[in-house]
């Protein structure tokens, strides 16, 4: 079993900046792939960013590219998602994710993930 914890979200301007952590327990994931998805109001879950077991490997959505930038720390089996220049429309709920491989964050499958945590509410006002 995976427990992972978010945190980070909060209420920021347009154009500000934010830092997402997920903590990662119950198992060592250093070979799985992590990512982030994230649930606006009204809407679908959807994928946002994925890391390979590495780190040498990522993908983004096209809504965040060249804004967000997803990294991991194996050694402290700690997700991050730095997230620049936001924007109203990024408003949602976000979710750490764990999948046994990097193809449900390429296909951006959110049935395909096989753990995820509790969110953290990410506010962008204009």
């Known amino acids: 079993q995976v427990q992972l914890v978010e945190s980070g979200g909060g209420l920021v301007q347009t154009g500000g900046s934010l830092r997402l952590s997920c903590a990662a327990s119950g198992r060592t994931l250093n070979t799985s792939a992590m990512g982030w998805l994230r649930q606006a109001p009204g809407k679908e879950r959807d994928v946002v960013a994925g890391?390979?077991?590495?780190?040498?490997?990522?993908s983004y959505a096209d809504s965040v590219k060249g804004r967000f930038a997803i990294s991991r720390d194996n050694a402290k089996n700690t997700l991050y998602l730095q997230m620049n220049s936001l924007k109203p429309e990024d408003t949602a709920v976000y979710y750490c994710a764990v999948a046994d491989s990097f193809q449900p964050f390429i296909a951006e499958d959110v049935a395909g993930m096989d753990y995820w945590g509790k969110g953290t509410l990410v506010t962008v006002s204009s």
């Open positions: 890391v390979s077991w590495s780190g040498h490997t990522t």
